[in-house]
């Protein structure tokens, strides 16, 4: 069974820089978690779950416009682990954060995601 836990949200100020963390386990990963198009979503109030950002094995990592040149996912195979460094924040990015896969690759059951709340 596939378990994601996700960590590093915050309160922070309009300007501000957080990252997040996602550790990846379950059996599936024994021998290929590099094969996996692992990705950051998130939700706001009243509003559908969006993909920011996804990354691959070998190709380069896609942003959704609207975290373009703002936010950097990477991820660290040997620790089972994807990232999400968000600067230049801003009141839109608020929402829960959640990683996941990604269609291509396999979705898997989501987890409890982390709050992120910009304002001032």
């Known amino acids: 069974q596939v378990q994601l836990m996700e960590s590093g949200g915050d309160l922070v100020k309009p300007g501000g820089s957080l990252t997040l963390s996602c550790v990846v386990s379950?059996?599936?990963?024994?021998?290929?978690?590099?094969?996996?198009?692992l990705g950051w979503y998130r939700q706001a109030p009243g509003r559908q779950r969006e993909l920011v950002a996804r990354i691959g094995r070998s190709d380069s990592p896609f942003y959704d416009d609207s975290v373009k040149g703002r936010f950097t996912i990477s991820r660290d195979n040997a620790k089972r682990a994807i990232y999400l460094q968000m600067d230049n924040l801003k009141p839109e990015d608020t929402a829960v954060y959640y990683c996941?896969?990604?269609?291509?690759?396999?979705?898997?059951?989501w987890g409890q995601g982390t709050q992120v709340t910009v304002s001032s």
């Open positions: 379950g059996s599936i990963f024994a021998s290929s978690f590099d094969a996996y198009i």
């Open positions: 996941n896969g990604f269609p291509t690759t396999g979705l898997f059951n």
